[in-house]
């Protein structure tokens, strides 16, 4: 049974920071690739970040890309995601996500993607 299991979120003032953990048991971590999704009140989720089975290479919306770093561990079975600068725009409920599919394209739909958590929450004060 695979399971991503998302930690890490919370409250902040606007400019702060966070750092998001998934941590992904039942599946061979390192031949998904990994993304982060994030979804407001509201609104459709949208993909954030995605990185590659060994984290050679990372892909980033541009809201987020000069403010962000996605990475993983694969001993661990983990994917992270460290935001900086945080906005009130950026408040949403983030999801990891795993992908996997053997090509070398990547893919920013959420349909794409096989497994998901459950989410965490970020909420970020003006």
């Known amino acids: 049974q695979v399971q991503l299991v998302e930690s890490g979120g919370g409250l902040v003032q606007t400019g702060g920071s966070l750092r998001l953990s998934c941590e992904a048991s039942?599946?061979?971590?390192?031949?998904?690739?990994m993304a982060w999704f994030r979804q407001a009140p509201g609104k459709e989720r949208e993909f954030v970040a995605l990185?590659?089975?060994?984290?050679?290479?990372?892909y980033y919306t541009d809201s987020v890309k000069s403010r962000s770093t996605i990475s993983r561990d694969n001993a661990k079975n983990t994917v992270y995601l460290q935001m900086n600068s945080l906005k009130p725009d950026d408040t949403a409920v983030y999801y990891c996500?795993?992908?996997?599919?053997?090509?070398?394209?990547?893919?920013?739909?959420?349909?794409?993607?096989?497994?998901w958590g459950q989410g965490t929450q970020v909420s970020v004060s003006s």
């Open positions: 990185i590659s089975r060994f984290g050679s290479s990372a």
């Open positions: 996500a795993a992908d996997s599919r053997r090509g070398a394209d990547i893919s920013t739909k959420a349909a794409t993607y096989d497994y």
């Open positions: 039942g599946l061979t971590f390192s031949t998904y690739r």
